[in-house]
Nanobody, 119 residues
Framework: QVQLVESGGGLVQPGGSLRLSCATSGIIFSITPMGWYRQAPGKQRELVAGITGGGGTNYADSVKGRFTMSRDNAKNTVHLQMNSLKPEDTAVYYC?????????????WGQGTQVTVSS
């Protein structure tokens, strides 16, 4: 069974930093595209950052230059380093894994971790 477990969320002041981690199991991690999404109250879930199996990344414009996504294939774990945090970054952050089988896309999700940016 596929399991994604996020950690590292918490309360931080504006301008501060957090590093989120997502530990995975049940997937062939090295070839699996991964993503970080977030959902704030009253808003749709949005893609924050994505990473390919080869390590290529893309970011939402709102976090570009502040957030960095990485993957550690030896530990089957992805990270999201979040710097210069703003109150508008407050959301539940979810880890996502994508699997393709029979030309169908399957998305797997972690339980989410709360990030609150407030003074």
């Amino acid at each position: 069974q596929v399991q994604l477990v996020e950690s590292g969320g918490g309360l931080v002041q504006p301008g501060g930093s957090l590093r989120l981690s997502c530990a995975t199991s049940g997937i062939i991690f090295s070839i699996t595209p991964m993503g970080w999404y977030r959902q704030a109250p009253g808003k749709q879930r949005e893609l924050v950052a994505g990473i390919t199996g080869g390590g290529g990344t893309n970011y939402a414009d709102s976090v570009k230059g502040r957030f960095t996504m990485s993957r550690d294939n030896a530990k089957n774990t992805v990270h999201l380093q979040m710097n210069s945090l703003k109150p508008e970054d407050t959301a539940v952050y979810y880890c996502n894994a994508v699997r393709f089988q029979r030309n169908l896309r399957y998305d797997y999700w972690g339980q989410g971790t709360q990030v609150t940016v407030s003074s």
